[in-house]
């Protein structure tokens, strides 16, 4: 089956400052990549994604890479926010998958101000 | 529009007792999901329903059962609670074609 692997599990930036997280798949199959924000007490709820058929995706101030033949992908954001602290969960499937996406650990993001 | 609504929000139990999670959606979504979030871990697939009437086995069903009602809700049944299942249980659906999955609030749970 897949799996994920997302780092750092924590990280803390200066207001501003940019943070990336990184997360590596193991199936060649998985064509889908959605990133996910969990503030606390919440539900996560899908910050971007990104297919394989495309490098790159970009909303304002978050993007998303894809290197498929690496197995990575990472997210990116800049002039962070301290609302933008939370935690962050890469996920992988099969856009076949009805949805079955399989998680990374998590990165909790702290933003300084 | 409340989205997926889970209750309850918070229960302790005690070792060997029984429960049921709920779960429900108002989005006309087909598929429904439970997960289970341990700390330091990402969410986990207990059992899923691909659309009303089918129910499968995730990553990590030991322990439990479901039950797909209707379209609308989804329940998650413990039938003899055990420590180990203590943990923040979510619910999640998705529309076919679509590829954002929606979550509740969750429901921590504590076996004691």
């Known amino acids: 089956g897949e799996n994920v692997e997302q780092h750092p599990s924590t990280l803390s930036v200066q207001e501003g400052d940019s943070a990336v997280i990184k997360c590596t798949y193991s199936?060649?199959?998985?064509?889908?990549f959605p990133w996910y924000k969990q503030e606390l007490g919440k539900g996560p709820q899908l910050i971007i994604d990104?297919?394989?058929?495309?490098g790159e995706k970009k909303d304002q101030r978050i993007a998303v890479t894809l290197n498929k033949t690496a197995k990575h992908f990472s997210l990116h954001i800049t002039e962070t926010q301290p609302e933008d602290s939370a935690v962050y969960f890469c996920a992988a499937r099969k856009l076949t998958n009805a949805g079955k996406s399989t998680f990374g650990d998590g990165t909790t993001l702290t933003v300084k101000p | 529009n409340a989205g997926v609504t889970q209750t309850p929000k918070f229960q302790v139990l005690k070792t060997g007792q029984s429960m049921t999670l709920q779960c429900a959606q108002d989005?006309?979504?087909?598929?429904m999901y439970w997960y289970r979030q341990d700390p330091g871990m990402g969410l986990r697939l207990i059992y899923y329903s691909a659309s009303e009437g089918t129910t499968d086995k995730g990553e990590v069903p030991n322990g439990y059962n479901v039950s797909r009602l209707n379209k609308r809700e989804f329940s998650l049944r413990l039938e003899s609670a055990a420590p180990s299942q203590t943990s923040v249980y979510f619910c999640?659906?998705?529309?076919?074609?679509?590829?954002?999955?929606?979550f509740g609030q969750g429901t921590r749970l504590t076996v004691v």
């Open positions: 989005m006309n979504h087909n598929s």
């Open positions: 999640a659906s998705t529309l076919v074609g679509n590829t954002e999955a929606f």
């Open positions: 990104i297919r394989s058929n495309v």
């Open positions: 199936d060649s199959a998985s064509n889908y």
